[in-house]
Structure formats: structure tokens, C-alpha cells
């Protein structure tokens, strides 16, 4: 018996999800900052897909503001609770900044 690697298969996002995507992004209280980082992140993949002709970066990228936009109100509710997160410890402080 060989050891075989677990692939978690994830079906592609809808072929117009990036374009519905931008437009709730767009619609967010935070449009100003996170249009700019959406279309940023887009270009990049797009770019790696038109050289890979991979589409996984595109669909990396769609899952992952997905993501974002969905947990938006969960952490808009934390921060309105007064549960500020200032006081935290950056990840590179703990483990080294060539660790992650």
C-alpha cells in the first residue's frame, strides 16, 4: 500500500461569480478599501492563469472574498461589541518571521 495525498477536490465557482462578486464588494462599507484589493488580487491571477493556464488562482481568489464578504458582519459585530483587537501580538513576533 503506497501513501497517496489527500486532494480536497472543490468544485470551480460559478462562471459569473467573480462578476457578481465585485459588484457586492463594491456595494460593502468598505468598498474604498476592499475594491482596490479585490481587482489587485484579480489581475495577479489573472495574470498567473494566462501564463499557467491553470484557473485556480482566479478561483483562489473568488473563494477567498467570498470568505471575507461572508464573515464581514461577524467581525463588524466584534469590533462594535468593543472587543478591539489592537492589543495583539503579530504571528512573525511569536514563531520568527521566516517560519510561517
Known sequence: MSAQPVHH????PAPG???QLRRQIA??????RWLP????EWSN???ESRQTFDL????????????RLATAPAVA???AGGFEDTDSV???????????
Request: proline share 2%.
Open 27 to 32: 456595494e460593502h462599507e468598505a468598498a474604498a
Open 37 to 40: 484589493a479585490f481587482e489587485r
Open 77 to 79: 459585530a466584534f469590533v
Open 9 to 12: 477536490h472543490q468544485a470551480p
Open 45 to 47: 491571477a489573472l495574470e
Open 17 to 19: 461569480a467573480a462578476a
Open 56 to 67: 485556480t488562482a482566479l478561483h483562489e481568489v473568488v473563494r477567498e472574498w467570498q470568505g
Open 90 to 100: 503579530a504571528l512573525e513576533d511569536i514563531i520568527g518571521a521566516g517560519r510561517r
